[in-house]
Nanobody
Framework: QVQLVESGGGLVQPGGSLRLSCAAS????????LAWFRQAPGKEREYVSG????????YYSDSARGRFTISRDNTKNTVSLQMNNLKPEDTAKYFC????????????????WGQGTQVTVSS
């Protein structure tokens, strides 16, 4: 069983930055693709970014590209999401997810999920 724990959320002003982190409790972290999703109240869960096992494939949604950066450290079992130039529409609960498959955009392809961390962008 893989447990994922997110951290780093909070309240930030528009234009500000946050760095989300996700720690995984598994010895097989290097075999997993990882992704960040987000979900705002009343909306469906939305793919933000994904990264494959060896960081050779990195993917972003259109809304994240150019502002967010995903990275992973297989020695520390962590995946991070650096978010810059945040906008009010980025407000959501952000989830870390892991899959034995490729880091696709379909949330149903992910076997493991964290509990989420809230990001609020407001002045």
């Amino acid at each position: 069983q893989v447990q994922l724990v997110e951290s780093g959320g909070g309240l930030v002003q528009p234009g500000g930055s946050l760095r989300l982190s996700c720690a995984a409790s598994t010895g097989a972290f290097h075999t997993l693709s990882l992704a960040w999703f987000r979900q705002a109240p009343g909306k469906e869960r939305e793919y933000v970014s994904g990264i494959d096992r060896i960081s050779s494939g990195i993917y972003y949604s259109d809304s994240a590209r150019g502002r967010f950066t995903i990275s992973r450290d297989n020695t520390k079992n962590t995946v991070s999401l650096q978010m810059n130039n945040l906008k009010p529409e980025d407000t959501a609960k952000y989830f870390c997810a892991a899959t034995v498959l490729a880091p696709v955009t379909n949330a149903r392809s992910y076997q493991y999920w964290g509990q989420g961390t809230q990001v609020t962008v407001s002045s």
